[in-house]
Structure formats: structure tokens, C-alpha cells
């Protein structure tokens, strides 16, 4: 079909009611000038929490308005693979490197990492043009044995996948998938033997803690641990496992070639600060760059697997479209999950970030680059400016691998994993992934898109990738946490989104960045909201309009305006009720707690108080959490003090509505009409009351081991009645 020729490879519609949607807006923001307008009006009854409030309502209107640039201009991508076939096939599709990061065996165990390792290898695109890079950043000789255990396995798998167009790619998701595709392909049996035989062995070496003697001495790949001391402490690893040139041992059962399959362990030393995750990244863009070099690079964290094979030849759609690909430095998937519950209890889809809000950058030519899931140019993520001439030529590729042998390939390639070697260079400044940052993603893509570069977000409605989604709320807290600190450290970073490359970022994508680096100091007016209506609700004290007031209209079309729409949203993007109410809590959640030690924290910091360690959330659990996650049953099970805010803000909120309704009921008619005046305070309390209801049920009914520890009872219990009773005394 010549006709094909001429056609742009994607195509970038809008949303549909996108006018409803901006009238709908700018009617809110009427709405939220007015109630500024009453609380300007109304001031000194009583002074401040009136002030407090009207703070509170100041910043909650600029977060609106942040997260309304994000909705602004919602443009979806379609991608037409056949062109791209019919352009590039067989003479120029460009190879493609794949990064893998682990950074802990016992957190991420090695049989999940290779299954990753697997699904990425079977992409559905030329093989010798594949280059998978492993980076373990435990230099662990057991997730290295498994690797081992993968290379062989993959002559199976491979021609596997290939002749039954098994899908999804990663084994152990295809073998649990099975029981639903009826007609076995032929051959599964012995594959699926093969297959539970390695996952054996590997999850023995596991159990074991190290690599059986037979095996190390058998194979003198291990030689290279002999050297080590500990994990902080030992010397740059690498092994090129398959290698297109390694004529024997790099084919599958069927004699075709398998795709480049590369471990490393980046050397590290104690007194070197290694970096974290951007620091392996960075070993991995110069270690690759030796070996295979290729023009596009895709990083995926070690529990994402592939569920598309066609991913590869969809994001080469975006970079090699003739007139808008160019400009394109990095095609964003979202971070989606394979074990999520029906109505995601903890908020883990991060469902309006991934269906609504990284759409809605995507409008203003930038979404957010989230560390994994993620095609790179390599020109751009190595520190290239973009200019409008920029043009890559595709076909011409340089194959450093083809004149040296793999063991000199080998040792060129561990020099450039060395501590020493980004010592006095741009690497982690203004090359590759930058330092210093707790998200060190955001501040990357950030960065990339200073320097004139666009990004694209690519959401298929069959998902890129699926992961492995926290099951228990402290993780998420804690996830969270850190999240919301490291955006809170753009906001005053040289790349801050407020000052930072005038001229290149256009304002919507700003604000859009506004939205999320402003995540932690959010906790302050959610907290004043949570306290300050209860608190003077309980001592009879309004602090908001009456409702035969005109003022309470701006007031009420603002809260039922947003419910309603962000439960349409939620809908509309297929949630549940139950998962926006879900969503909604957890927004709570975040909000009183893991924000608020974010902030917290960074202010320490800003005074050079405290370092906070980096946490890598834990995705292993024992068969009772796992149950309880099923069930959608919330699990705290440990104290900590983010569960002691929660459940001292769910107690306060709980005893000022029963004091109110106790008054109430003994009052009767009379005291009705002293409460005419409070009744945004009582619904808010009702609210509040009614979304805690998962922690009454941790503190008091449950009997499970996911319960709120009684210590935690008791110390929240006290801390709400205290502030009950001391505010009846000096309000
Ligand atoms: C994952 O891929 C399978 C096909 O292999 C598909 O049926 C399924 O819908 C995909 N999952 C998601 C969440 O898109
Ligand atoms: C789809 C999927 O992988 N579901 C898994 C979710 O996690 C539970 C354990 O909690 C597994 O049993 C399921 O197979």
C-alpha cells in the first residue's frame, strides 16, 4: 500500500466534552472567589480560625486550580503499527536497549525479576535488535544464578511465545492465566515443567541465602563474587550472558538468535555515594552505550513485566513519526497493576493521575517521566539539547561489539560502572538521571523537557505493563511519603517549575508540575479542615455561613460540584462508587499523615536537622495480609506514627460529633435552631466520621492480626480527649 506513506504513524485526539467541562471550571472558580469573598467579608468572628480557614480555603483554591490546568486539555494517542511495518520493516526499525532495576532480593525476589527479564525479552520485534540489561544493585549472586537460569530457560520460552503468540510474555503471568485460554498450545506441558523445575532451584538458592557450591564451581561466571565483601563493597560485575556475536551459545531451540541479555552489578564503595536507582541508571546508559548503543531505551522496575509484546513497535510509531517525532523525548506508559482489588481500597491504580491528569500534560506536551515504563531517546537522556534541525538517521547504527571479542567488550564495558568514573563530569547534573533528588524521575523529565524536548503519554486501552501494586496501607503511606517529599524538593530545586527555563515549559504543564510538587503542603489546610470545624462545632461556635444565608451557596455548589464531579470522573474512566469513596479516603489519608511528615521533614532538612533514609516499600507478604488485601479489609497491623495521627483525627472527629449529637437530641427543637447555623460543620464532621469508619473498625471491632495494636488505641484514644477537653477550656 503506497498510500501509507504520507500518514502520520500516531494521531492525538481530544476528549470529548471538553467544553462542558472548561464552563463547568470557570464556574467553580466563580464560586471559589466567593467564598474568599465571604471570608474577606466576615472576618474577626472569632478571629483566627476564621483566618485559619480562610487560609486554608486560599490554598485549597490554588491546588484547584493547579489540578484544573491538568484537565484543561486531555488529548489521547492512537499509534498505526501497520505503517511503521510498511515504512521500516526488515531495513531500519532501530534497536532498542532494555533496562531492568532491582535494588534488594529479599524485597524483589529474583524469580520475579527474571520473570520481568523474560517478558521483555520476547518483544515482538527482531531479536537481534533487543538488548536487555539487568542492574542489581545488591550485587546478589543469587539474583545473578537466576538471571543464569533465565538465559537457558529463554531458548524455550522464546521460540515458545513466538509459535503459540503466547501472551502475556512473562511466564509466571502466563501460567496463571491458563485455566482461562482453552486450547493448550502443544508443548506447554514440558515448558511449564521446565519453567516450575528453575523456579524451584532458584527459590531454593533463595531459602538458602546463597548459590550451592555445585553450581558456583561448574560455572566460572561466579569467580567474579570472590572479590566481594558486601553489597556496599565490591567491584564492578558484569557478564554479557547472550550476545549476538556468541554464534553457539546465543541461540533458542530452533536455532534463531536470542536478544543481548546483560547483568551488572555497578561497582561501590563505602565512601562513595552511589545514588541510589539514577545512579545504576546512569552505569546502565554508559554501560550500554559499549554494547549496544541503541537510540532507544526503555527502563522498567524490576516487578513491571511486559504485557504487550507490540509495546516496541507502538513508542517507534511516536519517535519515528517524519513530522513530530523528532521533538520527542520520551514516550511515558502508566504505572498499572496486576493485583489489584475491584474496588482498590487503597487508591493504588493512582487512577485520576493515570487516566485523567498525565493525559492533561500530555495536552501541554510534557507528562511527567515516573521512573519506570518509560521509552527514552538516548540522545536526550544523555544530556542533549533539542533543536529544531535535530534529525536522527535511524538505519545508521555503529556496532561497537562487532570487531572485539565478548571478554574485551566486557572489561572495556565495567570501567565506565566504576564509583570513580563520574567524578568531575556532568553524570547526574546535566547528564542522565539527575542526583539529589528523592524523585529523581520527575526532576529528569523535568529537566529533559527545559532543554526543548516534548514527552508523549501513551495509555493503551490493553495495558504496557503490569505490575505489582503495595497491599498494605503503611506501605503506601510510606510510598507516599516520599513521593510527595522529593516533589516538594523540585518546588525549591534549581528546576523549580515556578522560575525555572522561562520560555520552554509553557504555563498549563507548570501548574500541572504545581499540582503534584505541591502534594505536601497540602497537609496543612486538610488538617485545619479535619480540626478546626469539629473543634469549634463542640463548643457551639460557627464558623461558616448559615444556610438561609446567600453566602452558603458558593459554599455548597463548590463541595457537591466537586463530588459530583470527581465522582463522574471516576466513573466515566471506569471506577466504582466504592473506589472513589475509596480514593477519597485515601486522599485523607495521604493528606493528614504521609504529607504531613513530608512537609515535616523537608523543613528539618531546609535547617539541616535531619536525613531521611530512602525506603524501598516491601512487595512480598504473608499469606493472612494477602487475604485480608483480597477481601478489601484495611491492614495496619504494625504502630507507627502515621497510623497515630489517623486514628487520633478519626477519634477527635468521632467524639465532637457525639457531643453534638447528644446536645442535640437533648435540646430538641431549640437547640435545632442554634445548629441552623452550624450545619456545614456538622456534615463535615458527619463526613469525616463516616469515611474513618475502616479505623473504629481497627481500633475497636476487629480481632484480626491487621488491627491498630492496642498501644496505638490507647495513645489516640487519650490524645482526641485531651483535645476535646482542653478546648472546652479555653474556647
Ligand atoms: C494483559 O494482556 C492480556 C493478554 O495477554 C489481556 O487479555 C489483558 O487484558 C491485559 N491486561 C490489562 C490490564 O490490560
Ligand atoms: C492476577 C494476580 O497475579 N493475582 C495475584 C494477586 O496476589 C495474590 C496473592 O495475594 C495471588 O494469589 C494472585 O494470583
Redesign the pocket.
Known amino acids: 500500500m503506497k498510500s501509507g506513506e504520507h500518514f502520520s504513524l500516531f494521531e492525538t485526539t481530544r476528549v470529548r466534552g471538553w467544553f462542558i467541562r472548561r464552563v463547568f471550571s470557570i464556574s467553580m472558580f466563580v464560586a471559589i472567589c466567593f467564598i474568599w469573598l465571604f471570608r474577606l467579608s466576615h472576618k474577626g468572628h472569632p478571629y483566627w480560625p476564621c483566618l485559619a480557614l480562610f487560609a486554608a480555603e486560599i490554598w485549597f483554591g490554588f491546588s484547584w486550580l493547579f489540578s484544573q490546568s491538568l484537565r484543561w486539555n486531555l488529548i489521547f494517542r492512537k499509534t498505526f503499527k501497520t505503517r511503521l511495518s510498511q515504512r521500516y520493516e526488515d531495513k531500519s526499525l532501530p534497536s532498542v536497549d532494555i533496562f531492568v532495576c532491582t535494588a534488594d532480593p529479599d524485597i524483589e525476589p529474583p524469580i520475579m525479576v527474571i520473570n520481568t527479564v523474560l517478558s521483555v525479552m520476547c518483544y515482538d520485534y527482531p531479536a537481534e535488535k533487543i538488548s536487555v540489561y539487568l542492574s542489581d544493585d545488591a550485587a546478589s549472586d543469587i539474583t545473578f544464578y537466576a538471571l543464569l537460569e533465565a538465559s537457558t530457560f529463554a531458548k524455550h520460552w522464546l521460540p515458545f511465545c513466538k509459535r503459540f503468540n503466547v501472551q502475556p510474555t512473562s511466564p509466571a503471568a502466563y501460567f496463571?492465566t491458563l485455566h482461562h485460554s482453552k486450547p493448550y498450545p502443544q508443548n506447554l506441558e514440558l515448558v511449564k515443567k521446565l519453567y516450575e523445575d528453575m523456579k524451584i532451584r532458584i527459590e531454593d538458592a533463595a531459602k538458602l541465602g546463597r548459590v550451592a557450591k555445585e553450581i558456583r564451581s561448574n560455572n566460572h561466571r561466579f569467580s567474579q563474587w570472590d572479590s566481594y565483601s558486601s553489597r556496599r563493597d565490591h567491584d564492578t560485575i558484569l557478564q554479557i550472558l547472550l550476545h549476538k556475536n556468541d554464534k553457539h551459545n546465543s541461540k533458542d531451540v530452533d536455532g534463531f538468535i536470542l536478544p543481548t541479555l546483560v547483568y551488572l552489578a555497578r561497582e561501590k564503595r563505602p565512601q562513595y555515594h552511589h545514588n541510589f536507582k539514577a545512579g545504576a541508571m546512569n552505569a546502565l546508559i554508559r554501560v550500554s552505550s559499549n554494547i549496544s548503543n541503541a537510540k532507544v531505551i526503555l527502563n522498567v522496575d524490576c516487578d513491571m513485566y511486559s504485557n504487550n509484546s507490540q509495546s516496541v513497535r507502538d513508542i517507534l510509531c511516536f519517535f519515528m513519526d517524519d513530522e513530530k517525532g523528532h521533538e520527542i523525548a520520551y514516550v511515558q506508559y502508566p504505572q498499572n497493576f496486576?493485583?489489584l482489588t475491584k474496588n482498590d481500597l487503597y487508591g493504588n491504580a493512582m487512577f485520576i493521575p493515570s487516566e485523567v491528569e498525565l493525559h492533561g500534560a500530555d495536552g501541554y506536551g510534557g507528562p511527567l517521566y515516573i521512573g519506570t515504563c518509560c521509552f527514552h531517546r538516548r540522545d536526550a537522556l544523555s544530556g542533549k539539547k533539542y533543536d529544531s534541525g535535530y534529525r536522527i538517521d535511524w538505519k545508521n547504527e555503529i556496532d561497537h561489539a562487532i570487531e572485539s571479542n565478548l571478554q574485551e567488550l566486557e572489561e572495556k564495558s565495567k570501567a565506565l560502572a566504576r564509583c570513580t568514573y563520574e567524578e568531575n563530569t556532568l553524570w547526574g547534573k546535566k547528564m542522565g538521571l539527575r542526583y539529589g533528588c528523592l524523585v529523581e524521575d520527575v526532576i529528569t523529565g523535568l529537566s529533559i523537557q527545559s532543554q526543548g524536548w516534548k514527552s508523549v503519554y501513551y495509555n493503551p486501552m490493553r495495558k504496557g505493563f503490569l505490575g505489582v501494586a503495595p497491599t498494605t496501607l503503611l506501605q503506601i503511606l510510606v510510598q507516599h511519603k516520599r513521593w510527595s517529599e522529593g516533589h516538594f524538593q523540585i518546588m525549591f530545586s534549581n528546576y523549580s517549575p515556578l522560575w525555572h527555563a522561562p520560555g520552554t515549559i509553557k504555563l498549563g504543564l507548570r501548574m500541572g508540575y504545581l499540582h503534584f510538587n505541591s502534594w505536601a503542603t497540602t497537609s496543612l489546610p486538610i488538617l485545619c479542615y479535619s480540626i478546626i470545624p469539629s473543634l469549634y462545632l463542640l463548643n457551639g461556635i460557627p464558623l461558616f455561613p448559615k444556610i438561609c444565608s446567600l453566602w452558603f451557596i458558593p459554599f455548597a455548589y463548590v463541595i457537591l460540584g466537586e463530588s459530583i464531579y470527581s465522582l463522574v470522573e471516576f466513573l466515566i474512566f471506569g471506577g466504582t462508587i466504592q473506589g472513589w469513596w475509596n480514593d477519597l479516603r485515601m486522599w485523607l489519608y495521604k493528606g493528614t499523615s504521609s504529607y504531613l511528615f513530608a512537609f515535616i521533614d523537608n523543613i528539618f532538612k531546609f535547617f539541616g536537622l535531619s536525613d531521611s533514609p530512602f525506603t524501598i516499600t516491601t512487595k512480598i507478604m504473608d499469606e493472612d495480609v494477602?487475604q485480608r488485601?483480597?477481601k478489601e479489609v484495611m491492614e495496619f497491623g504494625a504502630s507507627s506514627p502515621l497510623f497515630t495521627i489517623l486514628a487520633t483525627l478519626a477519634l477527635f472527629n468521632l467524639f465532637c460529633l457525639l457531643s453534638t449529637l447528644k446536645d442535640l437530641l437533648v435540646l430538641g427543637e431549640n437547640g435545632f435552631r442554634d445548629y441552623e447555623e452550624m450545619v456545614l460543620q456538622i456534615l463535615l464532621c458527619g463526613f469525616l466520621v463516616l469515611i474513618n469508619f475502616p479505623i473504629y473498625q481497627g481500633l475497636f471491632l476487629r480481632k484480626d492480626k491487621g488491627r491498630l495494636p492496642s498501644s496505638l488505641v490507647i495513645k489516640s484514644t487519650t490524645l482526641a480527649l485531651s483535645a476535646c477537653i482542653i478546648s472546652k477550656i479555653f474556647i
Open positions: 496463571n496486576q493485583n494477602s488485601y483480597e
